[in-house]
């Protein structure tokens, strides 16, 4: 069975209290997170270092919201993958559909920054997704595919370790959730897409949902066979419903189909 995963981006928001108290909220909820769900949270760039610490033998993993395709340079204003690992980093989300929005990355830049987040040891959670316009012309799985086809022109499915996250952009920050049929249907298509170049690799592949995912509607998404967890954005910012996001994930890793 796949290890499910909920990784929490918290985007543009936290201070140092904030942020400690969120932290103490999910701890509180959840004293020990449960060997068969890895649960990762990923601040803005200048808490890295704070939620290094504060998640210091907690079995919380840390993560970063974006990194530069390059290790190291005269590149005013990026992070280096390799920095990220000094200061705690085991995850880096690649590709998130603002960044596509609002700094204009395009497909092969996420290819690049993946492999860079590869070689400095880090596990590259990749974002592909969908506009709304793209889905009412019916152009989902294309542009799925030609994202997923950017991404592995640079990795390499025998050694590389990969997180895939779906987030259609139409669900992202809307309040709109995917339907579970839409999302199964689109995770399904990926994780095929994958087995074209590796069958064992796209097998063992976590593919995550990003989109309007709360606690509510946590169970009936987790419960589609091709899907592995999620990456949460605005209920990754709430102590109850983050880790409620997370027990959902345990009880279906326990068995609980119900």
């Known amino acids: 069975m796949r290890k499910k995963w909920i990784v929490g981006n918290w985007k543009m928001h936290g201070n140092l209290a904030s942020n400690r108290a969120l932290i103490e909220g999910i701890r509180a909820r959840l004293p020990e997170p449960a060997e068969s769900v890895g649960m990762v949270v990923c601040p803005a760039f200048p808490y890295v270092f704070q939620l290094d610490e504060l998640l210091n033998e907690t079995g919380i993993a840390l993560g970063a919201q974006n990194a530069s395709d390059h290790l190291q340079g005269a590149y005013t204003g990026e992070t280096s993958p390799l920095m990220l690992k000094e200061l705690g980093c085991k995850y880096v989300i690649i590709g998130h559909s603002e960044r596509r929005y609002h700094q204009h990355e395009n497909d092969g830049l996420m290819g690049r ?79 095929q897409r994958i087995a074209q170049r590796d069958a064992a690799f796209a097998a063992d592949l976590p593919i995550l949902y990003g989109g309007g995912l709360k606690a509510a509607n946590a169970k009936t998404l987790f419960s589609m066979p091709d899907v592995d967890g999620g990456l949460i954005g605005s209920a990754a910012l709430n102590a109850e419903e983050f880790v409620g996001i997370y027990k959902a994930a345990v009880a279906l890793s326990a068995g609980d189909k119900a």
């Open 113 to 191: 920054k993946s492999l860079a987040a590869i070689d400095a040891g880090l596990v590259p959670i990749i974002c592909v997704g969908e506009t709304a316009e793209e889905r009412d012309a019916g152009r989902t799985q294309e542009v799925l595919a030609r994202q997923l086809d950017a991404a592995f022109g640079y990795i390499r499915t025998a050694h590389d370790k990969i997180i895939i996250a779906y987030e259609p952009r139409w669900a992202i920050g809307t309040g709109i959730a995917a339907t579970p049929e839409i999302v199964q249907t689109e995770h399904a298509f990926l994780r």
